[in-house]
């Protein structure tokens, strides 16, 4: 029984970063203890779904006009990147008073450019995507009786930002490896609403989970090497630095199965 207790904290300790494992193993500890001040009338549920955040990254859709502009020959330009889309899977309990949850999502988006450049058709595929693993808690803020409660909550997010990319004759991009452009490990704090719309039921049943929410990380990234990998000619032109700050405006609709 001792065994997993030791060996999480054992990767606390050996972790580079230390301190943020800690923040969130005492974020955990809460989760926990909080399952002890839902009232009788408490449920679980486990839902997945679809996500979908809108972001605004200037310095990277910056790169990403350079890359058109560079290349006058392109018969289809890559597009910028305006929001990021994927599944959603989450799990928690709540009641009259308070709620805990845990949740992962994997957004991404794909952008692609084709082109003859005097060695036949072409095409260069980007690919941007952010997967969070979520722990969350909040606060009822409303319902009506004989309903599930509507909750305000904040998340610790885990986040892994990844650019990839790769380029290939036309048809036969699926064949080439990508290659990673940029990565960062980026930590994220989520403010959202989350209600499961269902009809009334004493045991549990089948409903729809609503999330609108924004996730602000906690640092800037910087989309320099996304600039020498695509534009290698050119990118020594360019500013020394191309830094966002991604914060994610989304919302999450899944298919909830809840019971009491």
């Not at 200037?58 to 290349?71: G, Q």
Request: a positive charge.
């Amino acid at each position: 029984m001792l065994l997993k207790p030791l060996n999480y904290f054992y990767m606390i300790k050996h972790t580079q970063n230390n301190k943020l494992m800690k923040l969130f193993s005492v974020f955990i500890l809460l989760q926990v203890f909080s399952i002890n001040y839902v009232n009788s009338q408490s449920f679980g549920y486990f839902s997945g779904g679809y996500n979908r955040a809108y972001t605004n990254l200037k310095n990277l859709n910056y790169v990403i006009d350079r890359y058109n502009e560079t290349r006058t020959w392109l018969s289809s330009k890559m597009e910028n990147i305006t929001y990021l889309d994927g599944i959603s899977f989450n799990s928690g309990g709540g009641g009259k008073k308070s709620f805990f949850d845990m949740s992962w999502s994997n957004r991404s988006v794909i952008k692609i450019a084709q082109g003859d450049n005097g060695s036949g058709m072409g095409e260069r595929e980007l690919k941007l995507r952010m997967n969070s693993f979520s722990f969350s808690e909040g606060f009822m803020i409303g319902g009506i009786d004989g309903f599930l409660p509507i909750y305000f909550g904040i998340s610790m997010d885990l986040c892994q930002l990844k650019v990839f990319t790769r380029s290939a004759s036309l048809g036969e991009l699926k064949n080439e490896e990508y290659i990673v452009a940029y990565k960062k490990f980026l930590p994220a704090t989520s403010f959202f609403l989350q209600h499961i719309i269902t009809a009334r039921a004493k045991k549990g049943g089948i409903g729809l989970l609503l999330k609108p929410y924004v996730q602000i990380p906690w640092y800037s990234v910087d989309f320099l090497n996304v600039n020498s990998t695509i534009n290698p000619n050119t990118y020594l032109n360019d500013a020394p630095e191309l830094k966002d700050w991604p914060i994610n405006y989304g919302f999450v609709v899944n298919l909830a199965f809840w019971g009491r």
